[in-house]
């Protein structure tokens, strides 16, 4: 039982480049959200989904796009990316007890 | 506008005292409140809960106040043990939404 996985653990892109990040979970939850923690800035949420083919915004989504094909995935995608999107990304699920959100261990990511 | 606030970016006690973490909100629609811990490199992990119809709940070492009129709460950890050493960040919801906003964290430093 691996919990919330997220792929990949580093990356580093150039300015207006595009990437996908995957997180994966196998706890059968049908919430699921992507997080972004800046120093000083805690975490804010992004978009987050409630259920397989629904996806919803949060506090900060411009700038990316999610999918939720699949219950058990979650893509972030960013088209276009900017040194500001520099941060620590965290994907994370729930189930029943909603409150009680499962973390993944976080991708690094750093625009250049 | 911050609407969950942690002021003390740190903090430190000596094993075995009592520490205590608290986090302001501003929100009053705000029905869920949570705290998480957060090792480095880590994704965070859910420590404990507390509904707004409650103003206490314990689990073993770790206790939450919820003061509804002042719109605060508080974590108290009572032995305090070095493992303890983490980042709290508690985090607020409107049950009637799924996002969760998060405070800035607070260090916690339990010296041996």
């Known amino acids: 039982n691996a919990g919330v996985t997220q792929t990949p653990k580093f990356r580093v892109l150039k300015t207006g480049q595009s990437m996908t990040l995957l997180c994966a979970q196998d706890m059968n939850h049908e919430y699921m959200y992507w997080y972004r923690q800046d120093p000083g800035m805690g975490l804010r949420l992004i978009h987050y989904?409630?259920?397989?083919?629904?996806?919803a915004k949060g506090e900060v989504p411009d700038g990316y796009n999610v999918s939720r094909l699949k219950k058990q995935n979650f893509l972030l995608g960013l088209e276009s990316a900017a040194p500001s999107q520099t941060s620590v990304y965290f994907c994370?699920?729930?189930?029943?007890?909603?409150?009680?959100?499962?973390f993944g261990p976080g991708t690094r990511l750093t625009v250049t | 506008d911050q609407q969950v606030k942690q002021n003390s970016p740190s903090l430190s006690v000596q094993e075995g005292r009592i520490s205590i973490l608290n986090c302001d909100y501003t929100n009053s629609m705000f029905d869920y409140f949570l705290w998480y811990k957060k090792y480095p490199a880590e994704g965070p992990t859910f420590l404990i809960s507390i509904s707004s119809i409650k103003d206490k709940n314990e689990d073993g070492r770790f206790t939450v106040f919820l003061n509804k009129s002042a719109k605060h709460l508080s974590l108290h950890i009572v032995p305090s043990q070095p493992g303890d050493s983490a980042v709290y960040f508690c985090a607020a919801s409107d049950s009637g939404t799924y996002k969760y906003i998060f405070g800035t964290g607070t260090r916690l430093k339990v010296l041996a």
């Open positions: 994370a699920s729930s189930g029943t007890r909603v409150y009680e959100q499962y």
């Open positions: 989904s409630v259920g397989e083919g629904t996806t």
